[in-house]
């Protein structure tokens, strides 16, 4: 089937079998490979993407099913100011380690600092619960989720 | 010289925070992982695994999957065989299967193997493939594989009559069966340390690149010891060594689990070789759990023989570990039982004595050191778990009853009962630190209070030493490879350098800290030092990093490698100086003559001067390979508190707090050291919480996907109050000791000490690990019945 994705604000189209999933298809056929695959079970969320500003696991979603519609990955964080709150705050509270987890962490962040401006420690460990970390124990992924939202707002004021 | 320089910022040797270098690739999905990487005609490979934990394998039919477009061939054990590789040696001088030819002895064991073009068409290859198997009975515990009449696992190996993989045994028996005999009080605990999968995020895999004219074998592979691998696979698959180059891509965490070489690896390499092409394997999640290194799986029994006023006389263990149907422990070759002799703990008593049995199952094989340094975890936590039953027994405080134990600080070097040499360490400092931070006293009396009123609070204490850093060559091999590590310096003439590593990071932050070593130890800023890691091609030998070995072993290796380079460099300033190299002093950055700082060079100015102006005889070039074999290992340890509450009714429990108290020595980077201590808090939380990996009673692997072994999420895990004390090992170049497994070494005993307490005025004195809630509510149901 012919699909038309827009990843990270390109069109990107291909003719891919039905039954490919969109992981896959970021990571093979578009060569996005800061998307990640953990698990057989939609359980460890590194292979979180957002399908129109929403989080979704891609192995979980074919890429048929994306057709038409628009996909930020991390590659896609950066603008052209620079590096994205989120981006700057993983480095600044140490919120990675191996760095496996660290793209879907970050665009989960990103995606809930857009709806949140103020997440608290509640709200931050609800919203990445989706995600697992086997290297950091969270508490500084919520730290730098929450200094990113910080960051941001202080950037929207100025 | 000063050796002991404290650098500037600009700098950032030891002690600064500095940022991670490693971070700015990964927060842009820039790193190079496993399978990230592709080759042109790269093929793919997926495994067909047993569905069953024992049976015959009566035939393979692999013509329907041989059929699949795409499917190039598919690989059997029978293929293998003929190439003298369907068998392979594991690290603890057993041998495993390749792909199975005569049965298969676990379920997820390795039968054949699906070569194709594209992974989707090698998975439907791999569905394809056939297997007749004839049932045979499952044997799922080692209790069961060591009674009489056991049918036999591993009927193929000459000799083997029962299903027992080892015996090991240390310490004074007579002395001790002595102690025991006199004592006052004698207090025993039994429980099981369950198995456990270290789970990195990132599986393992291998991208097998061996070209068939020139006979390279290029490989990447998620290793964390690529160049022990490189001599294995030499080994094993009889290719020149010099012809092998093992690339250790980024990796996503590995915490014990990427130490074997496993299967898939062989396979993958074979069929690159006879394929001419380049062949990728990467495990799914369930291959992960169900077949790779597992972790833990001891039954224990200790005891203590004790005064009445709670004295430690001696202590007696016996265990019997369950290793799955090859024994395949990745630790030392004299140490069957790891390094469990630091089951005596952090107190000082004359007296122990600890055997041990490993049985043969149909499980998987592996018993790795996941986070943890060879079985300290399991000896942690029995000594620990011990130590509160004693107290709870004698009604003697468990702080108390630790104080009255411990080795003193005078005593070190402290032999202890097993023989180990601790170098260091303050205990009781380290305990009432913590105990102070967490408010101890008032905690106790909120304890007694809430108890009046029915409800449940427990306060838990673990206080660890750990023995990290193997090791010493006279001891300490594997596969017959001394653990030595290494490191090389070489500086370039604008005065930047490239410092390369014989260990491996997977996430610990390497290309930071160990820079860092090299700015403290030559004043050149870490900024200006490119860290190479994981390439056998472009780094010196090592055994890699697992056990905290890292910064023992390579992290020696570099301060002593950049101490060399920095008395060239003195010499070099002498000679730019015009003084005697005895007169030159060094600050942080700058030689300069002793007495007057004003005439001085900078490391970069000797740097420059080392390719173009010499004192007459000295060789060309600032740069040097250091070997280091440790004098001894390093004791790191820490004193943790949690305090939880338990709803009696349902028996769920809750971390209010956990106050953990580390002792690592020197900290080079201590934002770096403080996210291993999160991590490994989350991992001891995770086991004594949730995270196991069980069987039923026909060996089917209950936890072979994360929708069952549960690894705790953001919303599960506790917060963290850390603290820290400094004793630097004496022995080590920079006074470091190894840190990133403490926190899963010393943490499962605390959380279960505090469910244990909350519950001991009910008589409850233990409940096996996970401490889950149906087991809570069980332990209080039958103490209150
Ligand atoms: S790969 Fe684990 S949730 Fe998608
Ligand atoms: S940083 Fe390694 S899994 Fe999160």
Same mark, same amino acid.
């Given at each position: 089937m012919e699909i038309t994705i827009n990843i990270n604000g390109s069109d990107h189209t291909a003719d891919v079998e039905?039954? &490919? &999933?969109l992981v896959d298809h970021i990571r093979t *056929?578009? *060569? &996005?490979?800061g998307t990640h695959i953990g698990c057989d079970?939609?359980? /460890?969320? #590194? /292979?979180t993407v957002l399908v129109d500003g929403t989080p979704v696991k891609s192995c979980t979603m074919l890429a048929v099913q994306a057709d038409g519609r628009e996909v930020t990955t991390v590659e896609g964080l950066k603008s052209a100011d620079g590096l994205h709150p989120v981006q700057q705050a993983f480095s600044d509270e140490h919120g990675l380690q191996c760095g496996f987890c660290t793209p879907a962490m970050m665009l989960v962040g990103a995606a809930l600092i857009d709806d949140n401006p103020d997440p608290s420690d509640d709200e931050v460990r609800w919203a990445i619960s989706g995600n697992l970390c086997r290297c950091t124990g969270y508490m500084n992924i919520v730290k730098a989720i929450q200094a990113a939202a910080a960051a941001a707002s202080s950037n929207g004021d100025s | 010289m000063t050796d002991t320089t404290t650098t500037p910022p600009e700098i950032g040797g030891i002690g600064h925070s500095v940022k991670r270098v490693e971070d700015a690739r990964l927060i842009e999905g820039q790193g190079n992982f496993l399978d990230d990487i592709a080759l042109p005609g790269m093929l793919h490979m997926a495994l067909v695994r047993s569905p069953v934990a024992h049976a015959r394998i009566n035939g393979i039919d692999t013509e329907a999957a041989t059929a699949v477009d795409g499917v190039l061939a598919v690989v059997t054990g029978e293929l293998m065989d003929q190439h003298g590789l369907a068998w392979m040696p594991t690290l603890s001088g057993d041998t495993q299967a390749v792909l199975a030819t005569d049965k298969v002895r676990y379920q997820g064991q390795e039968v054949a193997a699906v070569i194709a073009t594209d992974p989707y068409a090698a998975a439907d290859g791999a569905e394809l493939v056939d297997v007749d198997y004839e049932m045979l009975d499952a044997i799922t515990t080692p209790q069961q594989s060591l009674a009489d009449g056991a049918e036999l696992i591993r009927d193929e190996k000459e000799d083997q009559t029962d299903n027992l993989a080892y015996t090991w045994e240390t310490g004074d028996e007579a002395a001790t069966e002595a102690a025991f005999a006199a004592a006052d009080r004698v207090v025993s605990l039994t429980t099981h340390y369950p198995r456990s999968h270290p789970a990195p995020l990132e599986t393992c895999g291998i991208v097998a690149d061996v070209n068939s004219v020139t006979g390279q074998a290029t490989i990447y592979m998620t290793s964390q010891a690529p160049h022990a691998h490189r001599t294995l696979f030499a080994l094993v698959a009889g290719l020149p060594e010099q012809n092998i180059r093992i690339v250790s891509p980024d990796i996503g965490g590995g915490f014990g689990n990427k130490v074997p070489i496993y299967p898939g690896y062989v396979v993958a390499t074979a069929a690159s070789l006879l394929i001419g092409q380049p062949v990728k394997w990467v495990e799914t999640r369930t291959g992960n759990l169900i077949s790779t290194g597992f972790g833990r799986d001891y039954y224990m029994t200790g005891e203590l023989a004790l005064t009445n006023d709670g004295r430690i006389q001696a202590m007696r263990v016996d265990m019997l570990s369950d290793q799955g149907a090859f024994y395949s422990d990745a630790q030392p070759t004299r140490y069957r039982a790891g &390094? !469990?002799? #630091? /089951?005596? *703990?952090s107190y000082d008593f004359p007296h122990a004595h600890i055997k041990c049995r490993g049985a043969f199952t149909n499980k998987a094989p592996g018993g790795v050191a996941y986070r943890c340094s060879f079985r300290i975890t399991e000896a942690s936590y029995l000594i620990e778990r011990l130590m509160q039953t004693a107290a709870d027994e004698l009604g003697i405080d468990p702080a108390e009853l630790r104080l009255r134990n411990f080795i003193q600080p005078?005593? !070190?070097?402290y032999e202890t009962a097993t023989g180990f040499v601790y170098d260091s360490g303050d205990y009781p400092t380290a305990l009432r630190k913590a105990l102070d931070a967490a408010g101890y006293e008032e905690l106790r009396a909120e304890q007694a209070a809430a108890r009046e009123e029915g409800r449940l609070v427990g306060i838990g204490i673990a206080h660890f030493t750990e023995a990290v850093g193997a090791g010493p060559a006279h001891t300490y091999d594997i596969a017959g490879l001394k653990m030595i590590d290494s490191a090389e310096l070489r500086v370039h003439p604008t005065g930047k350098a490239i410092l390369k590593l014989g260990v491996k990071t997977q996430g610990q932050g390497h290309e930071t800290t160990f820079a860092q070593i090299v700015a403290e130890e030559t004043g050149i800023p870490a900024t200006d030092i490119k860290v190479i890691h994981g390439d056998t091609d472009d780094t010196p030998y090592g055994l890699g990093t697992y056990a905290s070995r890292s910064t023992p072993v390579g992290g020696a290796a570099t301060a002593m490698v950049a101490r060399k380079i920095a008395d060239k460099a003195r010499h070099i300033a002498a000679h730019l100086l015009e003084a005697a190299p005895e007169d030159i002093e060094r600050t942080a950055d700058k030689f300069h003559v002793a007495g007057s700082p004003d005439q001085a060079v900078s490391i970069q100015d000797a740097a420059f001067a080392a390719y173009t102006n010499l004192p007459e005889g000295m060789e060309y070039g600032l740069e040097d390979v250091t070997y280091y074999n440790p004098p001894n290992l390093t004791f790191p340890y820490g004193s943790y508190v949690v305090v939880v509450d338990v709803d009696?009714?349902?028996g769920v429990w809750k971390v209010r707090r956990m106050v953990a108290l580390d002792d690592c020595g020197v900290r080079i980077n201590p934002m770096i050291v403080e996210g291993q201590i999160h991590g490994g808090l989350t991992e001891g939380f995770a086991m004594s919480s949730m995270q196991w990996i069980t069987f039923d009673d026909d060996g089917n692997c209950i936890g072979s996907n994360f929708m069952d072994y549960l690894i705790p999420t953001a919303w599960e895990t506790p917060r963290f109050e850390l603290l820290e004390t400094v004793t630097p090992s004496p022995h080590h170049p920079i006074g470091a000791k190894g840190i990133g497994e403490s926190a899963t070494v010393g943490s499962p005993a605390a959380f279960v000490n505090a469910v244990v307490d909350a519950l001991a005025h009910l008589g409850v004195r233990n409940i096996d690990m996970p401490v889950l809630p149906d087991r809570v509510w069980e332990a209080i149901d039958t103490a209150t019945a």
């Open positions: 039905p039954r &490919l &999933l *056929g578009a *060569g &996005l490979t079970t939609t359980s /460890c969320g #590194v /292979c | &390094l !469990f002799h #630091v /089951c005596t *703990g005078e005593q !070190f070097p009696p009714d349902t």
